[in-house]
């Protein structure tokens, strides 16, 4: 039988979203969110719809980086309710001074639709993103 190219690609994430998920610390959520603390913050936890300040580096699964606040020297904020799943879940699991590194698989990235011509359709992203600031709770 001949294996299409998508479902090779699919067999390669999931493969890669199980040795993340092996890793020391991991937690793998109900919504398929790989986490795993780098370094624990302190005091609370954003909510569903705070307003927070990071610094973030993503990835995809081949190590190839696609965006970077540390790159370009400038922490972003946003409200949680306004970006992907992966980092509204993720995040609210940090706490101020945390650092984390998050696993997206596609579902709760930025699924079949990709994002700008820059992240393919169906892609499992990578991010290591350190809370700065709870803006708003």
């Known amino acids: 039988m001949k294996r299409t190219p998508v479902l090779l690609l699919l067999a390669a994430c999931a493969v890669s979203l199980a040795v993340k998920a092996a890793e020391p610390k991991a937690q793998t959520t109900p919504s398929g969110l790989v986490y795993q603390s780098v370094k624990e913050g302190k005091g609370a936890h954003p909510g569903p719809t705070s307003v927070v300040r990071v610094n973030y580096r993503g990835t995809f699964q081949?190590?190839?980086e696609f965006d970077s606040s540390y790159k370009t020297g400038s922490p972003i904020e946003f409200p949680l309710n306004g970006v992907i799943p992966c980092w509204t879940e993720g995040v609210q699991?940090?706490?101020e001074g945390g650092k984390a590194k998050l696993v997206c698989p596609p579902q709760i990235a930025y699924g079949k639709r990709g994002a700008g011509g820059v992240i393919p359709p169906d892609t499992t992203l990578n991010f290591e993103v350190e809370l700065?600031?709870?803006i708003k709770p």
Do not use: F, Q
């Open 132 to 134: 700065l600031k709870i």
């Open 62 to 64: 081949n190590g190839k």
């Open 93 to 95: 699991k940090m706490k």
